[in-house]
């Protein structure tokens, strides 16, 4: 069979359901020591002394360079008590909160909302972003892009649905292609103000809807 790099065959009989604190506690708590591809990007997009939050930052070091080198005003929301107690060792406030269980309630406006690598995690990310869109004068999002070449290929040859997952299928529970995303923010009443591939193959800035794997949004709230 053929075997595509970036794609994995579901393992069903060791599945298991991800609690995020737990992760953090068992794992140990340590903020990365550099950005990632996508974060960079956020870095680039946010305008010096903003005020910036940061949805699901986990151990991100986003926030703190932002506030250390862009003077930022930073806060972050997780869902995991051991990430905020770390945030706030770091000058960062931060906040507790599930956003599967609970509905998000800001009671401050933000320049900056940063939505990276969460969206696809709810099944009903319009509401959230219904509520926070009179919060903020732009969100920073990333998410995968299901129409990955990798992941069309997998399924054409190998007849296997791609696997976004790490411990249960229930983690992701929305999907779409770039082209998807772009239909659903203007649904939204979202103004694009510019997109970019994070990673994926070398022709993802010209294709991305193709070669682009994790992909980034700035969007104007109206």
């Given at each position: 069979m053929f075997y595509f790099r970036g794609t994995r065959k579901p393992n069903f009989s060791k599945i298991n359901k991800l609690d995020y604190d737990e992760y953090w506690q068992e794992r140990g708590f340590a903020m990365r020591g550099k950005l990632m591809e996508r974060e960079?990007?956020?870095?680039?997009?946010?305008?010096?002394?903003?005020?910036?939050?940061?949805?699901?930052?986990?151990?991100?070091?986003?926030?703190?360079?932002?506030?250390?080198?862009?003077?930022?005003?930073?806060?972050?929301?997780?869902?995991?008590?051991?990430?905020?107690?770390?945030?706030?060792?770091?000058?960062?406030?931060?906040?507790?909160?599930?956003?599967?269980?609970?509905?998000?309630?800001?009671?401050?406006?933000?320049?900056?909302?940063?939505?990276?690598?969460?969206?696809?995690?709810?099944?009903?990310?319009?509401?959230?972003?219904?509520?926070?869109?009179?919060?903020?004068?732009?969100?920073?999002?990333?998410?995968?892009?299901?129409?990955?070449?990798?992941?069309?290929?997998?399924?054409?040859?190998?007849?296997?649905?791609?696997?976004?997952?790490?411990s249960h299928p229930s983690e992701h529970l929305r999907f779409w292609s770039h082209l998807d995303f772009l239909d659903w923010l203007k649904s939204l009443n979202l103004e694009l103000v510019k997109s970019y591939p994070s990673n994926g193959f070398w022709f993802k800035n010209f294709w991305p809807n193709l070669f682009g794997h994790q992909i980034c949004y700035l969007a104007k709230t109206k």
């Amino acid at each position: 069979m053929f075997y595509f790099r970036g794609t994995r065959k579901p393992n069903f009989s060791k599945i298991n359901k991800l609690d995020y604190d737990e992760y953090w506690q068992e794992r140990g708590f340590a903020m990365r020591g550099k950005l990632m591809e996508r974060e960079e990007i956020f870095f680039s997009w946010v305008s010096p002394k903003s005020k910036v939050l940061d949805i699901g930052c986990g151990n991100s070091r986003l926030l703190l360079e932002l506030k250390q080198k862009k003077a930022c005003e930073a806060a972050g929301i997780d869902i995991s008590p051991l990430v905020v107690e770390n945030l706030e060792k770091n000058g960062i406030r931060g906040r507790i909160f599930d956003l599967a269980k609970d509905d998000l309630a800001l009671e401050e406006k933000y320049d900056y909302i940063i939505l990276s690598e969460i969206l696809e995690h709810l099944s009903q990310p319009e509401d959230l972003i219904a509520r926070l869109s009179n919060q903020t004068k732009y969100f920073i999002i990333s998410v995968p892009n299901s129409a990955f070449y990798r992941y069309r290929l997998s399924l054409m040859f190998k007849g296997r649905f791609f696997t976004q997952w790490v411990s249960h299928p229930s983690e992701h529970l929305r999907f779409w292609s770039h082209l998807d995303f772009l239909d659903w923010l203007k649904s939204l009443n979202l103004e694009l103000v510019k997109s970019y591939p994070s990673n994926g193959f070398w022709f993802k800035n010209f294709w991305p809807n193709l070669f682009g794997h994790q992909i980034c949004y700035l969007a104007k709230t109206k």
